[in-house]
């Protein structure tokens, strides 16, 4: 059984940093995809950071230099590390990994960590 946990979440003030991190257990399945999105109250849910099963990274512009999205294959591990916090990325963020079941491919989300960027 696919399980997805997500750590590093917490409170920091405006331009201080914070590394998320999304482990997958239960599972030897090849990773297609990576992907962290966020969701602030009131709002929809957005893709903040994503990275192919080849390496290659795409962002919001709203991250854009200040996030870095990144991996270990071996530990079965993305982390999301994220730099010069704002105020307006306090959401719910949440990690999917697109998984390769050879005949499928299926998504599985972590239960999200809360991310508060506060004085």
């Known amino acids: 059984q696919v399980h997805l946990v997500e750590s590093g979440g917490g409170l920091v003030q405006p331009g201080g940093s914070l590394r998320l991190s999304c482990v997958a257990s239960g599972n030897t399945l090849p990773i297609l995809g990576s992907y962290w999105y966020r969701q602030a109250p009131g709002k929809e849910r957005e893709l903040v950071a994503g990275?192919?099963?080849?390496?290659?990274?795409s962002y919001a512009d709203s991250v854009k230099g200040r996030f870095a999205i990144s991996r270990d294959s071996g530990k079965r591990t993305v982390y999301l590390q994220m730099n010069s916090l704002k105020a307006e990325d306090t959401a719910v963020y949440s990690c999917k990994m697109t998984l390769d079941h050879e005949v499928y491919y299926e998504d599985y989300w972590g239960q999200g960590t809360q991310v508060t960027v506060s004085s």
């Open positions: 990275m192919s099963g080849a390496g290659r990274t």
